[in-house]
């Protein structure tokens, strides 16, 4: 388990507060993934400006890395009933996949919980997919095992690909039209919860485009749980608990960071995660080690950078970790100031909302005429 010692800090959590109006929270995505909004934010003089997402070649340069989670949504909320002693279907219920414990066995949260004790049976999908609690956890959760016909080469993922459901963050209230719009076009590794939302700006002719100009991609991953959505009930923040979460650096990837460090390239993380992630891999020379384990870093105004140099992240929840984070990358009083100019500027926030893009050089790399 990768942890970071906290570091004493003056702020509250209500010190991360905004108002925020309903009418801004993004119910659905931009029709073309680069056309979200983009403001861009500069580290050393708070200075904003307003662009396109896809203008963000406009700040990209040669030898630069663009370090990417490419972990996967699984559609992991299913429906099912519980199986009565007799055989026979009785109530309703509801199983979130959380997180894998070994093959076919899951973490979950299932409602109604009370009636879902250990032994507990349930069928999803008429049938085609039956799980059995075998743990009821400290904090209320079930560890389910699932069982299934698995011939043909058929496994877990094949299942809820037909049945499931993608684990929409709650304050989406809309039903998702499909679910690609929910997964990043780069994505891999099947695993996460919730989206790495900052990735899903990107599309594959951006990145062609982008990896044109000289810049690398690096793949990272970190399989995004629903503690992502967790509030920070704590008033003193080093009293929050951070969820962990399961990450990995390859080598290959850790190799491209290392070797862009080295000859001046700067590090542009794509997201929270994949900020978490490298920074948790990094050891205090800012040195990126392959590495495969959970994390549990939680950084906050104070924290000491090692590896990244600009960072690509949307518009987070008000006292939430993810503002502690960018608070923490980008300053907090220009954090503030730029979440009130969001609102003011009417920029559409969380998932589905537009981006910021933080960093030191603020200048376009070129010009451009829009």
Not at 85 to 114: F, H, N, Y
Not at 148 to 171: A, Q, T, V, W
Not at 177 to 186: A, G, P
Request: proline residues 4%.
């Amino acid at each position: 388990m990768i942890k970071n010692e906290l570091t004493p800090t003056g702020l509250k959590t209500s010190d991360f507060f905004f108002e925020l109006p309903e009418a801004l929270i993004a119910q659905h995505p931009t029709e073309r993934r680069d056309d979200a909004r983009l403001m861009v934010l500069d580290r050393k003089t708070g200075g904003i400006s307003h662009r396109i997402f896809r203008d963000i070649t406009d700040y990209l340069r040669p030898g630069d890395v663009l370090v990417v989670n490419d972990s996967k949504v699984i559609p992991a909320r299913i429906y099912g009933k519980k199986i009565r002693e007799d055989g026979t279907e009785g109530a309703d219920a509801e199983c979130l996949l959380l997180r894998q414990r070994s093959l076919d066995v899951w973490e979950t949260i299932v409602r109604p919980g009370k009636r879902l004790k250990k032994g507990a049976r349930i069928r999803f999908g008429d049938g085609l997919l039956e799980g059995v609690v075998d743990e009821v956890t400290d904090d209320g959760n079930r560890i389910i095992a699932f069982e299934y016909d698995k011939s043909g080469g058929r496994n877990l993922y094949s299942i809820l690909d037909e049945i499931g459901r993608m684990p929409l963050p709650p304050y989406i209230t809309e039903e998702l039209k499909n679910n690609s719009d929910y997964q990043t076009v780069y994505a891999r590794e099947e695993g996460s919860a919730a989206a790495p939302t900052a990735g899903l700006h990107f599309t594959e002719e951006l990145l062609e485009k982008i990896r044109g100009m000289g810049v690398e991609i690096a793949p990272v991953m970190l399989h995004v749980g629903l503690g992502t959505f967790r509030p920070v009930k704590a008033d003193s923040i080093t009293d929050h608990v951070m969820h962990s979460e399961f990450f990995t650096v390859t080598e290959e990837s850790a190799e491209k960071i290392n070797r862009a460090r080295a000859h001046g390239g700067r590090i542009v993380a794509v997201g929270t995660t994949s900020c978490r992630t490298i920074e948790s891999a990094a050891d205090e020379n800012g040195v990126l080690h392959p590495f495969s384990g959970e994390t549990d870093i939680f950084i906050y105004p104070g924290y000491q950078w090692k590896c990244i140099d600009a960072l690509i992240t949307n518009f987070h929840l008000p006292e939430s970790t993810l503002i502690m984070l960018v608070a923490a990358f980008a300053g907090y009083d220009h954090i503030m100031n730029a979440y009130h100019e969001a609102v003011k500027e009417r920029y559409r926030f969380f998932s589905f909302g537009d981006a910021m893009f933080i960093t030191n050089e603020t200048k376009p790399q070129r010009n451009t005429k829009h």
